[in-house]
């Protein structure tokens, strides 16, 4: 059984969980159309869209009302962060949700103008905060709830540190959507070499946060997911690795253990041991 079916069936069994009741109560909250195909953004294709509330809910010990609610909320945010930059008509119905504001301003500050004069350290955390914002909203009743504080100030701390590993990749993926929308990239933006600088710490601030839950789906799932995260970050750092030879006109050759090793062998190297 993969993480997924994992997921899905602990869901189902220990909270009824009726995804098909969720999807439509986020069509009536995202005043979209009875005709969207909300279905399309089920928790088999995109469980990244479900998981937070429920996983955190349970760790933390919340009521099923609470996570369920929260569900509601945090699919519907995560979907509408989806289409913020799709038909003027979806849009707008967007802007009319008042909860979604917040998040809709987050993106606003990710613009170029608004990133000017500002340290790479806060561009980064400006850009996290989109769907920073999005957990928060999607795991408030959650906290209301909790009676072990430190229990849910862990937990978020592992998810958020795994999911600014995350961005790294995102941005790696969008840089041509983000030079259309004007918002900062960090792989555009920035010299690769802070790029790469910053990797070695965010996988192993993970690591340890992640190593500090007890075990639970929420830890297994946190794993896995930094796990597959390292290695596509090996995969970046290797094709920039193969870029920079062919502009020096040397072979890509692996690092010599005698010689000083520069920003991307260093990144290269951690994410190995991560992955």
Request: proline share 5%; hydrophobic share 40%; net charge negative.
């Amino acid at each position: 059984m993969n993480l997924v079916e994992q997921f899905v069936g602990f869901a189902e069994r220990k909270y009824a969980m009726d995804w098909a009741a969720t999807q439509r109560a986020v069509v009536a909250r995202l005043n979209l159309d009875l005709g969207f195909e909300i279905s399309a953004y089920d928790p088999w294709k995109f469980p990244s869209y479900w998981c937070a509330p429920i996983l955190v809910g349970d760790y933390v010990g919340a009521s099923t009302d609470a996570i369920l609610n929260d569900t509601e909320v945090f699919v519907a945010g995560c979907v509408g962060r989806h289409l913020l930059f799709g038909p003027d008509e979806i849009v707008g119905a967007l802007h009319g949700v008042d909860e979604f504001r917040s998040i809709i301003d987050a993106y606003d500050r990710c613009r170029l103008d608004r990133a000017a004069g500002s340290s790479f350290d806060t561009r980064f955390s400006t850009k996290c905060l989109p769907w920073m914002l999005l957990l928060a909203l999607g795991t408030r009743s959650v906290l209301k709830q909790t009676e072990q504080g430190a229990d849910y100030e862990s937990a978020m701390k592992a998810i958020i540190r795994v999911y600014s590993c995350l961005q790294m990749i995102d941005d790696w993926h969008d840089k041509e959507e983000d030079v259309a929308r004007s918002h900062w990239n960090m792989w555009v933006h920035e010299p690769t070499a802070d790029c790469l600088a910053v990797m070695g710490p965010l996988l192993s601030g993970s690591h340890v946060s992640v190593g500090r839950l007890r075990p639970h789906l929420l830890r297994t799932a946190l794993t896995v997911q930094l796990q597959d995260t390292a290695r596509e970050l090996m995969e970046v750092t290797t094709f920039l690795g193969y870029i920079r030879s062919a502009e020096q006109g040397l072979p890509h050759r692996p690092p010599n253990p005698g010689i000083p090793q520069d920003a991307g062998c260093l990144a290269r190297k951690r994410c190995r041991e991560m992955a």
